[in-house]
C-alpha cells in the first residue's frame, strides 16, 4: 500500500470519534480532531486486547498530547506516534492521512 486509497468522504468523519476502513486486507483507524482539524490513522488492532477495535476507542488527550484509548481495557494510545502511553513497549502502526478534494485517503509511511 505505497499509493494513496481514498477510504472515505469528509461526510463520513464524526468529530472525536473514529471510522474504520479496511485497505489491502489491513483495517486502518481513521481519527478526526475538529479542535485542531487533525487526522490521525493507526492500526485498528488493539495489540493489549487482541482485537480489531481501535476505531470504537474514546478520543481524548493525556499530558497534552492526543490519544485514544482502547474500548476493551482502557490503555492510551497516542494518535501521533501510536505509542502506548501506560505500557510503552507497545504501539499500532501508523499510517500516512491526507484529505484529497472531499476524499479521505491513507497510505503506509514512506520507509
Known amino acids: 500500500m505505497n499509493q494513496w ?3 472515505c468522504s469528509t461526510n463520513d468523519l464524526v468529530p472525536h470519534t473514529g471510522i474504520c476502513a479496511k485497505v489491502d486486507q489491513q483495517q486502518v483507524a481513521i481519527f478526526y480532531c475538529r479542535r485542531s482539524e487533525a487526522l490521525y490513522a493507526l492500526c485498528n488492532y488493539d495489540p493489549i486486547g487482541q482485537a480489531y477495535v481501535m476505531s470504537r476507542g474514546i478520543m ?3 499530558e497534552g498530547q492526543p490519544c485514544v484509548a482502547s474500548p476493551l481495557y482502557k490503555q492510551h494510545f497516542n ?3 501510536g505509542q502506548c502511553i501506560e505500557e510503552p513497549s507497545y504501539r499500532l502502526k501508523r499510517f500516512d492521512v491526507r484529505v484529497e ?6 497510505r503506509n509511511l514512506a520507509a
Open 79 to 81: 494518535l501521533e506516534t
Open 60 to 62: 481524548g488527550s493525556m
Open 5 to 7: 486509497t481514498t477510504v
Open 101 to 106: 478534494g472531499n476524499d479521505i485517503q491513507v
